[in-house]
């Protein structure tokens, strides 16, 4: 009889998948955000133009973060096809089993994560 139970490959990279599709149905309702109504369109309220412009500029700033959620992700499911998953792109290290299971998608361990924020990256 089979095994049934998936190998930790395929589930990082079920988890991995399942994420970035979330992120895409995020992605799409930020940039729905940006979009303007008919009476948005025709509309030369003060009130109604800043309300506009508040939510264009959160949807970028939505897009942005999840663009980057995105990259990350397919640069993990990367990682897992070369084999090097779980391993730091910066001092090459394994990344501690905690973090990735809070954070499937990341590349660094997190003193190198710490380093990399703190320089603005």
């Not at 399942?18 to 008919?38: F, H, I, N, P, S």
């Not at 948005?40 to 309220?45: A, H, I, M, P, R």
């Not at 391993?87 to 299971?101: E, F, K, M, S, V």
């Amino acid at each position: 009889m089979p095994n049934a139970t998936p190998s930790p490959t395929r589930m990082i990279r079920q988890v991995l998948e399942a994420r970035m599709a979330e992120l895409r149905t995020e992605l799409r309702a930020a940039q729905g955000m940006g979009e303007l109504t008919q009476a948005e369109q025709g509309s030369n309220d003060t009130k109604d133009l800043a309300e506009r412009l508040q939510h264009e500029e959160i949807g970028e700033v939505q897009q942005k973060r999840v663009l980057a959620e995105l990259a990350a992700n397919e640069a993990a499911l990367r990682h897992l096809d070369a084999g090097t998953y779980g391993i730091c792109i910066d001092c090459g290290t394994a990344i501690g089993q905690p973090r990735l299971q809070l954070l499937p998608a990341a590349l660094r361990c997190a003193a190198c994560q710490r380093t990399h924020e703190q320089h603005g990256a």
